[in-house]
């Protein structure tokens, strides 16, 4: 398996993911185990043959898995279903803004107004 898709998003090996459920995962092996932390993020080390993650931030050694009858089914790395993780968002670069704030400058303008006195002409004809 080279990748998955996980809630829309393609993971591959390197993708970042988000551990988000924890319930009941090996419950009987807490001891030996390493587990991912809720909510912490982990880089994609590898995929298992069960559909699941290994991850980079946690190795953990080859265990004995028993299947129902009690005989050793597989020998290997435990690993972490992929439902329990979510594709991680890259972190977005901060932008830096400068705001200068300068000064309300207000300005009046004084319209003056000049009194029009009207007038009337009278033509005057000549003849």
């Keep these: 398996m080279k990748s ?8 591959t090996i390197g993708s970042k993911v988000r551990f988000i459920d924890d319930r009941e995962l090996y419950p009987n092996s807490r001891d030996s185990i390493k587990i991912p932390k809720l909510g912490e993020v982990y880089t994609v080390r590898g995929f298992t043959d069960v559909g699941g993650f290994y991850l980079e931030e946690i190795k953990n050694s080859y ?23 979510e594709a991680a968002q890259p972190l977005r670069k901060k932008k830096i803004v400068q705001i200068e704030i300068l000064p309300i400058v207000e300005e009046r303008l004084e319209i003056t ?14 003849s």
Excluded at 113 to 124: A, E, G, N, W, Y
Aim: glycine share 6%; net charge positive.
């Design 4 to 11: 998955v898709i996980l809630n829309g998003q393609e993971i």
């Design 113 to 126: 107004r000049k009194k029009v006195t009207s007038f009337k002409l009278d033509k005057i004809y000549q």
């Design 63 to 85: 265990i004995k898995f028993l299947n129902s009858k009690n005989e050793v089914d597989s020998v290997s790395e435990p690993g972490f279903g992929i439902k329990r993780f």
